[in-house]
Nanobody
Framework: QVQLVESGGGLVQPGESLKLSCAASGSIFSSNVMGWYRQAPGKERELVVDITSGGRTNYARSVKGRFTISRDNAKNTVYLQMNSLKPEDTAVYYC?????????WGQGTQVTVSS
């Protein structure tokens, strides 16, 4: 059974930074895609960024230049460094793991950007 555990959310002021982590455990195929999605109140869940096991990334336009995704394949862990945070970045952030036809989600971590 695959599990994803996220950490690192919190409350910050506009312009500050946060770093999220997502650790995957269980039987995971080495070729996979890990990523971060977010869902704000009243809105649909949207892609923030994802990264393949080979390191190819795909960023949402709204976060490009401010957020950076990275991963440690040996630890099956993905990170999201979020800089220059804005109030509109406020959402629950979810980690996603995909390999083959299987999709797994983390439980979500709240990020709130407010003065």
């Amino acid at each position: 059974q695959v599990q994803l555990v996220e950490s690192g959310g919190g409350l910050v002021q506009p312009g500050e930074s946060l770093k999220l982590s997502c650790a995957a455990s269980g039987s995971i195929f080495s070729s996979n895609v890990m990523g971060w999605y977010r869902q704000a109140p009243g809105k649909e869940r949207e892609l923030v960024v994802d990264i393949t096991s080979g390191g190819r990334t795909n960023y949402a336009r709204s976060v490009k230049g401010r957020f950076t995704i990275s991963r440690d394949n040996a630890k099956n862990t993905v990170y999201l460094q979020m800089n220059s945070l804005k109030p509109e970045d406020t959402a629950v952030y979810y980690c996603k793991l995909t390999f083959g036809f299987k999709v797994y989600w983390g439980q979500g971590t709240q990020v709130t950007v407010s003065s």
